[in-house]
């Protein structure tokens, strides 16, 4: 029976005279997918510029003890994630080189199975041919990092010129890869058991940059010897960053190694170290131990002569390593998504106060339109079918960008294809949208009737949403700190909301809650009872001020009475402009005595700005500015008249769009209540002209 990398090797026999054998990937390598694959999750991170780090294997089939390699191999990518970046471990699994391992491939290399073998760059096409398994090395690894287009990769100490080399002649082929892949390793030096000299001499020769962080000396590895001075210093991690885009972008193909010395605190004594180095190396002598085995025969020895000293400073020098390599991944994917202006001087990484932005908790969803030209039948029929991106929290968040208020966007997203596809078409940086192997992406189909004025069947696949839930909140916490605003839509669990509530709570973070759909709002009934006034304000349309008032006057009551959903469903048609200001003030007594300030959507009439207690200047101008007003015993209601659009292409992204611009002018801006609604009727007025929700001109609507 053939294996999987056998099947592939007969059906490349059969294919070599075609010329669609080899893939472009990325802007580096020419290579073939049959040989290196790259997983969907690390070439979507990649694809939108996303930071992603780079981890080696044979460190954890090699290089340590059984139980403790996977805990570390957790540990690290735990470490990655927490840091925002995405950790991409390397390795070789039946063949194939991956970029990027899932759980599984981890435990399975973190075994101890006597199959595994360290793999090289010269050992790749007979690990394919025999599909074996085994850890990359540095320059396997490097292999992989260039494939894959990530920049950074972090490791423990690199590979270099043997002792006695003039008697074996054994360089390690780590030193030639790094000689022609333009990727930053991050490291602690050369590994100690090796000729450092000659290694940093023979790194000079082929070109390397050698460049050791905030210190004079050159790292030996786990030893606090410090007798070799490095040939480079840096001691900025912004000047780090303009190395790494000059080996990038330059076009010279050679890689740049970053010396980080491991905590003073781990290392073992410089000449304990050599004592056992030398004992280690006399028992490979002895047990003829050579080639690709007398690294980690002798790491391993050095282990045991130490008692485990070695091995210590080994996990804290890796992790030291892995945290210098994630600062270095974020500072040059910031330099990416950066403006001209900081692309000229690196500036994006410069450490600033953090600037406070708008926080987004919601959805993104794909829209699926469906206008059929004909009766729908048995058979297929004729229709016009249209695909764009929606979710209330991915419009809102595309709008406040076009507007450059910087927002943030919590989000989860499937890694599927249709997940790369909208990742790779976002206009704002996605660095917090989760990529989930759990759940598909979330669409949503609508079926329009024959004459596409009315949806008659709409279909949600939505699952994903429940991805963000309260412990998501809760590790976003200094997300949440520096937070102008708290928006969340009703796309997200009531658990998750109460948490969110809470926080703001907690920190003094204004809330705004754009409810979404009027058949589930009023879910949220009870913890908006439960966190009085913490929604600063929220953004219903008519029929979702309807449910979410009677749902919180149940809520107060305790009682179990079913809504009217009819009532709802008939506010719409009812709404005239000498009538919508009783309706609102009908149906929002309890909503305003939750919330401060409900701005109420009447579609392409307006917007009612109601509350029980404006300030007295907000007041003042909302009555000096608005259309109509109503003030009663409920409240204040203040009418603002929409201008009548020319034409309309669509309304699915106008409330998006006002409540982008309002949060825009109001909390970014900080210029009053008044003026900010009236910029967001504007902003709104924008999305009708086209079909996608978020109309790019919106960034030029004047203030």
Not at 89 to 113: A, M, P, Q, R
Not at 637 to 651: I, M, N
Request: aromatic share 6%; with cysteine; glycine share 6%.
């Amino acid at each position: 029976m053939k294996t999987r990398s056998g099947l592939v090797a007969a059906n490349l026999l059969q294919q070599a005279t075609s010329s669609k054998l080899y893939l472009k990937c990325r802007q580096f390598h020419t290579i073939n997918p049959d040989f290196i694959k790259v997983s969907p999750k690390v070439a979507a991170f990649v694809d939108i510029k996303r930071p992603v780090i780079a981890l080696e294997s044979t460190i954890l089939t090699h290089g340590l003890p059984p139980g403790v390699n996977l805990e570390t191999a957790t540990r690290l990518e735990k470490q990655c994630n927490d840091a925002g970046v995405l950790a991409a471990t390397i390795g070789i699994i039946d063949g194939f080189l991956k970029v990027g391992l899932g759980e599984e491939e981890l435990k399975y290399l973190c075994s101890g199975n006597q199959k595994l073998v360290k793999l090289s760059r010269r050992d790749l096409p007979s690990a394919f041919a025999n599909s074996q398994s085994g850890g990359s090395t540095v320059s396997s690894t490097l292999i992989g990092c260039h494939a894959a287009s990530i920049p950074v990769f972090a490791t423990g100490g690199l590979g270099g010129v043997h002792r006695n080399v003039e008697k074996f002649w054994d360089i390690s082929a780590d030193l030639e890869e790094l000689a022609k892949t333009p990727v930053a390793v991050v490291c602690s030096g050369v590994k100690s058991i090796l000729d450092v000299p000659k290694t940093l001499e023979y790194l000079e020769t082929k070109g390397v940059g050698v460049i050791s962080y905030q210190s004079e000396f050159f790292p030996t590895f786990f030893s606090n010897s410090k007798t070799i001075k490095s040939p480079n210093v840096c001691n900025r991690l912004t000047d780090l960053v303009k190395m790494l885009l000059f080996i990038r972008r330059s076009g010279l193909k050679n890689g740049l190694v970053i010396a980080n010395p491991a905590p003073e605190k781990f290392l073992v004594d410089g000449n304990e170290i050599e004592d056992a180095i030398q004992q280690a190396i006399r028992l490979a002598e002895i047990e003829e131990v050579s080639g690709r085995n007398i690294t980690p025969f002798v790491l391993e020895k050095v282990r045991q002569i130490t008692g485990n000293k070695s091995l210590k400073a080994n996990l804290a020098l890796v992790e030291n390593n892995v945290k210098l390599g994630c600062k270095l991944a974020i500072g040059f994917q910031k330099y990416l998504l950066g403006s001209d202006k900081d692309r000229r001087s690196c500036q994006t990484v410069r450490n600033e106060g953090p600037k406070k932005y708008p926080l987004i908790i919601g959805a993104i969803n794909v829209d699926i339109t469906i206008k059929p030209k004909g009766e729908p039948c048995q058979a297929s029929v004729d229709s016009e079918i249209s695909l764009s991106f929606g979710g209330v929290g991915r419009n809102i968040t595309e709008g406040l960008h076009f507007l450059e208020a910087e927002p943030k966007l919590i989000s989860s997203i499937g890694s599927d294809a249709l997940g790369k596809f909208v990742l790779g078409n976002l206009n704002f940086p996605t660095d917090n949208v989760a990529i989930s192997n759990k759940n598909p992406t979330s669409i949503y189909a609508l079926l329009m009737n024959s004459t596409a004025t009315e949806m008659k069947f709409g279909y949600a696949q939505s699952d994903i949403h429940s991805e963000i839930d309260p412990k998501r909140i809760l590790d976003k916490q200094t997300l949440l700190e520096n937070a102008s605003v708290v928006i969340h839509d009703g796309n997200i669990s009531t658990e998750t909301s109460r948490t969110i509530m809470s926080a703001c709570k907690s920190m003094n973070i204004p809330l705004l809650f754009e409810p979404t759909d009027y058949v589930e709002c009023g879910s949220y009934a009870s913890s908006m009872l439960d966190f009085p006034n913490v929604c600063q304000f929220v953004t219903p349309n008519l029929k979702e001020l309807f449910v979410l008032n009677e749902s919180i006057k149940n809520a107060k009551s305790k009682s179990a009475s079913k809504l009217d959903a009819d009532k709802a469903v008939s506010l719409d048609e009812s709404t005239t402009l000498s009538n919508c200001l009783k309706i609102v003030e009908q149906n929002s007594d309890d909503v305003l005595d939750v919330t401060k300030i409900a701005l109420v959507s009447l579609g392409s009439l307006g917007v009612i700005a109601a509350s029980k207690d404006f300030s007295s200047n907000d007041a003042a101008q909302l009555q000096d500015k608005c259309s109509r007003k109503l003030i009663s015993e409920t409240g204040q209601f203040y009418l603002f008249e929409a201008e009548e659009p020319e034409k309309v292409a669509s309304c699915s992204g106008a409330g998006d769009s006002f409540v982008a611009g309002f949060v825009s002018d109001y909390f970014q801006k900080q210029r009053p209540l008044c003026e900010s609604i009236q910029f967001g009727l504007r902003c709104a007025q924008t999305s009708l002209k086209v079909v996608d929700a978020i109309n790019p001109a919106i960034a030029h609507v004047k203030a």
